[in-house]
């Protein structure tokens, strides 16, 4: 499983940003996905989760009620709508999926992070 994040870039403090993980590879294997976050100094944080059928959600509360996490598995591609964004936002957004091979699994993959910058 390889995936590729998008969608990052600088942006004022309220505005938006929308990212997007496109998954390739063994797709099928793919079960839960989700987002993470770290910035400098910082560890790793999860900010959202979603089941393998979109059906079930979790936020961090740091983000409850502004951000919104989805996928589109027709298109393998997960999707993280982030508004009203704050400086403490700032951070490289990293793309998680955990798949399972036959009995074998969970394993974890990463996407190589995007940097998102909320500017005061």
């Given amino acids: ?8 870039g600088l942006v004022q403090a309220g505005g938006s940003l929308r990212l997007s993980c496109a998954a390739s590879g063994s797709t099928f294997s793919i079960n839960a996905m989700g ?12 900010v959202a989760a979603i089941t393998s059928g979109g059906g079930s959600t979790n936020y961090a509360d740091s983000v409850k009620g502004r ?3 989805s996928r589109d598995n027709a298109k393998n591609t997960m999707y993280l709508q982030m508004n009203s964004l704050k400086p403490e936002d ?3 957004y990293y793309c998680n999926a955990e798949a399972y ?3 074998y699994g969970p394993y974890d993959y990463w996407g190589q992070g995007t940097q998102v910058t909320v500017s005061s």
């Fill in 1 to 8: 499983v390889q995936l590729v994040e998008s969608g990052g």
């Fill in 35 to 46: 987002w993470y976050r770290q910035a400098p100094g910082k560890q790793r944080e999860l």
């Fill in 67 to 69: 951000f919104t996490i």
């Fill in 90 to 92: 700032t951070a490289v």
């Fill in 101 to 103: 091979y036959s009995d």
